[in-house]
C-alpha cells in the first residue's frame, strides 16, 4: 500500500488577494508618479514659455519699434515716451509704409505739415521722401506734438484733437465752447474716437512697456 502523497495545503482566495495587493499598490503609485511628473513638466514649460507668448501676443496686439527713436525724441521734445508710441499706433500700427490721404509714415504726417515743421525748427535740407524714413518721420511726430502741447497750453485733448482733425477747426471748436472743451465736446466723431483711442494706447503703453519706454 502506497504511503499518501502529500498535497501542499491550499491557500485560500481571501489570502491570495491579500498577497497581490502590496504589487497592486505599488503599481498605482508608481502610475500616479508618472503622472505628477508629467504634469509638474508641463507647469514648468508653460512659467518658461509665457515670456515669450507674453511678448508674442504684445507683437500681435500692441507692437512697439523704434524705441530708442521714441526715447530720444521724448527726452528731446519733453513728450511722454508713451504719448508718441500710442499715437504711432494709432497712425499706423508701426508700419513705415502706411500712407493715407497724403499723410506719410509712422505718424501719418502730411508733407505740408512737415514743411512747416522743417520751416519752424530751422532744417534746411527737408524733402517729402525723408518722411519715410522712421527716424526722421518719428522726429517730425515729435515735434508737431510738442507744437501743438505748446499751442494748447498743455492740453493733450485739444494737442490730439489738432493732430487729427486740424488748427483751424480746434480753434472754431475752442470759440464756439468759449474755451472750455473737453473730449465729449468734439463734434466729428472720427476726431473723438482718435482722441479716446490714443488716450487708451497710452495707458496700455505706459503699463506694458514701462520700462523699453523710459529706457
Known amino acids: ?21 502590496p504589487r497592486r499598490r505599488t503599481a498605482t503609485r508608481r502610475r500616479h508618479l508618472v503622472a505628477l ?23 500681435l496686439t500692441l507692437p512697439l519699434h523704434y524705441q530708442d527713436v521714441i526715447r530720444q525724441q521724448a527726452a528731446e521734445k ?13 497712425e499706423s500700427k508701426f508700419d513705415p509704409r502706411t500712407s493715407s490721404a497724403g499723410a506719410l509714415g509712422l505718424m501719418q504726417i502730411l508733407p505740408q505739415t512737415a514743411q512747416f515743421l522743417a520751416h519752424r525748427s530751422g532744417a534746411t535740407s527737408f524733402t517729402t521722401a525723408d518722411l519715410a524714413t522712421p527716424s526722421v518721420n518719428i522726429a517730425y511726430g515729435s515735434y508737431y ?30 470759440a464756439r465752447e468759449h474755451g472750455r472743451f ?3 465736446d468734439i463734434p466729428f466723431p472720427e476726431t473723438r474716437a482718435y482722441v479716446v483711442r490714443v488716450m487708451q494706447f497710452r495707458l496700455r503703453y505706459r503699463h506694458t512697456y514701462g520700462a523699453a519706454l523710459e529706457g
Do not use: F, K, Q
Open 1 to 21: 500500500m502506497s504511503p499518501p502523497s502529500a498535497t501542499a495545503p491550499r491557500r485560500s482566495p481571501s489570502a491570495v488577494r491579500s498577497g497581490r495587493r
Open 37 to 59: 511628473v508629467g504634469t509638474l513638466v508641463v507647469a514648468l514649460s508653460v512659467v518658461l514659455a509665457m515670456p515669450l507668448l507674453r511678448r508674442a501676443v504684445n507683437d
Open 78 to 90: 519733453h513728450l511722454d515716451p508713451a504719448l508718441i508710441a500710442a499715437v504711432i499706433y494709432a
Open 145 to 174: 506734438l510738442r507744437y501743438l502741447l505748446n499751442e494748447y497750453r498743455g492740453s493733450t485733448v485739444l494737442a490730439l484733437a489738432a493732430y487729427n482733425g486740424g488748427e483751424a477747426n480746434v480753434s472754431d471748436w475752442l
Open 182 to 184: 473737453t473730449v465729449s
